[in-house]
């Protein structure tokens, strides 16, 4: 491994946590990411000379605590958080782990503070402890990147005023924090599933795994929450079809020409079991329920031919009610095309041009039904909206050859 191998490695893993470690023990979110950016310096500069070290995230994750301790030390932030910052060189015992052992969960639990605004927390935990990047947090939400960059500033801000604490949350903190935490876990696996940051692999598994890792951890703390069974469920199969997703030459295969002969059975039979079980309880479902169970019928039917695809929309329809957001009108459009035709689903798709303009989905979507249609000149137009807002590379090339496959 390349010395520029090991520090692109070591930022995707470390980076986060440092961040959020550093936020944690010295309360200022700025000087934490000041440290942690001017470590990974330090060691742009120092590795290629003096070599990779044996454990590069303790080498960094020390030198960025060093200089938190140079930034507060220059601004005259003595007393209480100069008496913290030595806490890194004494031999107290560390703080209690609270409810959750994991260190890395903790941290997820510890941002999601109900005093910010639940996008605002979901945000700022996404850029601290999830790993993603402003631009990749900017497109989840479907917002510009400067007004993301505005919304973690508003809520750092927020942070600072009313000195809301970084503290270990206990047992009667998680239920009021966990729907936060949840939506960082399902964007972060989205992101991996499906990853939008250039120069990155179209997968990635280290996100989907993690996201995954962490809501296995939840479940054990949790056991009886159903939202909590469900967003497992749904990552379980949705991670299970991970193997026919990209081909050879790195191009996007859609649900529709996948190999199901490659599917992860045991995934999907877990995925199974704990829809199976949450439809047992015979308590309302939600969101993410709905979205395990839509799955669940997917990963069911052994050939396309065979997807049922009226529950699937009776499915759809329930989760309009929790969420009427156009996301999740666009994605039900896609199944009643298979039901009702492609030409009543162009209708139900075009009524959410206004709010999904800069969405490469919707583009798709609209290509796929105007190229079903025998509209070529319509589909090539929105080919190429989709093809120059898709982030992703493989299904940039998936796109690109829909269109240069279509008659003029």
Not at 25 to 34: N, P, S
Not at 271 to 293: C, D, F, K, N
Not at 397 to 402: E, G, I, N, Q
Request: net charge neutral; hydrophobic share 45%; glycine share 6%.
């Amino acid at each position: 491994m390349t010395v520029a191998d090991a520090i692109t490695r070591v930022h995707r893993e470390q980076w986060a946590w440092i961040v959020a470690t550093l936020t944690r023990r010295y309360g200022d979110l700025d000087i934490a990411e000041e440290a942690a950016a001017e470590a990974f310096a330090a060691a742009v500069e120092k590795w290629p000379a003096d070599g990779v070290p044996p454990n590069p995230g303790a080498w960094l994750t020390t030198t960025a605590s060093r200089k938190a301790i140079d930034r507060i030390r220059r601004e005259g932030k003595r007393d209480d958080k100069q008496r913290e910052a030595l806490m890194l060189h004494d031999d107290t015992p560390p703080e209690p782990t609270g409810a959750i052992d994991d260190e890395r969960l903790r941290l997820f639990f510890t941002c999601c503070h109900p005093a910010l605004a639940p996008e605002s927390r979901v945000a700022l935990t996404l850029r601290m402890v999830g790993g993603l990047t402003v631009p990749e947090i900017a497109r989840a939400f479907l917002v510009r990147e400067t007004a993301m960059e505005q919304r973690i500033t508003r809520a750092k801000a927020k942070i600072k005023a009313n000195r809301i604490p970084y503290r270990v949350p206990s047992s009667e903190d998680l239920p009021v924090r966990l729907s936060g935490v949840l939506a960082v876990l399902f964007l972060v696996f989205n992101e991996g599933y499906l990853a939008t940051g250039p120069g990155t692999d179209p997968v990635r598994q280290d996100l989907t795994a993690e996201a995954i890792r962490l809501t296995r951890l939840i479940r054990v703390l949790l056991p009886a929450d159903g939202e909590v069974a469900g967003l497992l469920a749904l990552m379980l199969l949705t991670e299970a079809r991970h193997a026919a997703r990209i081909s050879a030459t790195g191009e996007l295969i859609t649900l529709s020409e996948q190999d199901r002969g490659a599917w992860d059975t045991s995934l999907i039979a877990e995925g199974h079991r704990l829809v199976r079980e949450r439809l047992a309880s015979g308590v309302a479902p939600g969101r993410y329920q709905i979205l395990a169970a839509i799955n669940a019928v997917h990963t069911s039917a052994r050939d396309l031919r065979d997807t049922d695809w009226s529950q699937i929309v009776a499915l759809y329809d329930q989760l309009v009610r929790l969420d009427p957001s156009p996301i999740v009108a666009l994605n039900r459009a896609i199944a009643v095309a298979e039901l009702d035709g492609p030409e009543v689903a162009l209708a139900a798709v075009d009524r959410l041009g206004d709010k999904l303009t800069a969405y490469h989905a919707f583009h798709a979507t609209r290509a796929d039904l105007l190229r079903r249609l025998g509209r070529s000149g319509d589909a090539r137009s929105a080919y190429d909206q989709a093809i120059e807002l898709a982030g992703n590379t493989a299904e940039t090339a998936y796109l690109t050859r829909r269109r240069d496959q279509l008659v003029s």
